[in-house]
C-alpha cells in the first residue's frame, strides 16, 4: 500500500482511491495502455476524478473530447452537412466526434446507459484514441465483450469516514461546472 501512498500528490483534490489515480497517470504516460473504465456506485468520486484528470490534460495542452448520454448516431460518426452541401453544390462531410478524438482522450460518463450499437462504434475505432469511461453497476449492466477492449478496469472505493466525506463533497462543489 505504500507504494500507492505515492500518488496522494496527484489529484489531491480526491481522497484515497490511488488505483483509479494510477490508472489515469498510465493512461496519461502511455495512451496505449488501452484507457480506463471506473467502476463505482453513486458518490464515490468519479465524475470529479475525470474533472479532474481532464484540468491535468488541459495543463500539458492535450486534447480531449466527451462523448454525452444524448448523442447522436450521426453526432457519433459524422454525416453529409446539408445546409453547406445545398450551399456549395457537392457533398460537404460534417466530421463526428470519433473522428475528433483522433490521438486524444474520448471521455464517456455512465457508458453502460450508451446503446449497444453506439459502444461497437466507439470501440471499433478505439485505436485512434484513448476512451475513459464511468459506470454505476447499480444503473445496468456493459456486456462483457466491450468491458474486454478497456485497458484497465478500477473499481473505486467507498469512502467510510464521514470526516473525509465530507471533504469529498466539499471538493465536489468547488469543481462543479
Known sequence: MAFFQEFKSF???????YHAKLALILNLIDQKCGGVLLI???????????????KFLNLFNLSYIEIPLNVTEENL???IDIEKTLEKGIKVYQEGLLEKAKNSYVFIEE?????TEYLSLIFQTSY???I???MNPEEGS????????MGMCVYMERIDNFEDYS????????YRV
Open 40 to 54: 463505482g456506485k453513486r458518490g464515490v468520486g468519479k465524475s470529479l476524478l475525470l474533472k479532474l484528470f481532464k
Open 128 to 130: 485512434n484514441y484513448t
Open 111 to 115: 457508458i453502460n446507459l450508451l446503446p
Open 11 to 17: 489529484f489531491p483534490e480526491l481522497i484515497g482511491n
Open 77 to 79: 460518426i459524422g454525416g
Open 132 to 134: 475513459i469511461a464511468t
Open 142 to 149: 456493459i456486456s462483457p465483450h466491450f468491458l474486454d477492449k
Open 167 to 174: 471533504d469529498l463533497l466539499r471538493l465536489w462543489g468547488n
